[in-house]
C-alpha cells in the first residue's frame, strides 16, 4: 500500500515538471504566432528556456508558412513521453493509435486552459487597474488580441462592459467540452 503513495508522488511530479515545461514551449508557439515582443522579459525567458531543446529541432524540422513547426512537434513529443512514463508507472503500455490522440487531446486542453488563465488575468487586472507598464498584461493583451478581435467587432460592449471577454470564455469552455473531452474517449478506446 506505501508503494502506491510513492507512485503517486512520482507520476505528480511528472505531470508537473512535464506540464510546465510544455506549457513553456506552447508559450513560445503561440507568442511566434501573434508576432508578440520578443524584447519583452517574459518572452525571453520562454526563449531561453525552451532553445536547448528547440535549436537541435530547427536544423532539420522546418517551419511550415508562419507556423513554428519544430514547437509543436516538441510539444507532442514531450506529450508522448509524459504519458508513456505514467502509464509505465502503472505497469500498463499504452497502444500507440490512443497514445497519439490522448497527446493530442492533452495538448488541445493545454491550450484552451492556458486562453482560459489568460483572458482571467484579464479581467482580474481590469477590476484592479493601476496603470504603467506590465511586461505580463502587454503579452497577455498580445496574445489574447487575435482572439478578441473578431468577438469586439461583432459584439458591441454594454456600457462600459466588454461582454467579448466573457463570450471568449464560454466559447473555450465549450470547446473544451465538444472538442477534448471526444478526443480523450476516442484515445481511451484506443489504448
Known sequence: MGGSYLVDALQFLIQTFFGLYIAVVMARFLLAQVRADFNNPLSQFVVKATQPLLRPMRRVIPPIG???SSSLVLMLLLQV???VILYLLRGQLPGIPGLLL??????VNLALNFY????????VSSWI????YSPVLMLVDQLCGPLLRPL???IPPI????????VAFLILQLAKILLVAPLMDAAHLLM
Request: hydrophobic share 55%; aromatic share 0%.
Open 66 to 68: 508562419r507556423i513554428d
Open 159 to 166: 456600457g462600459l462592459l466588454d461582454i467579448s471577454v466573457l
Open 81 to 83: 513521453a509524459e504519458l
Open 129 to 132: 487597474g493601476g496603470g504603467g
Open 152 to 154: 469586439r467587432k461583432n
Open 116 to 123: 482560459l488563465v489568460l483572458l482571467l488575468i484579464m479581467v
Open 102 to 107: 490522448a497527446s493530442v487531446g492533452e495538448l
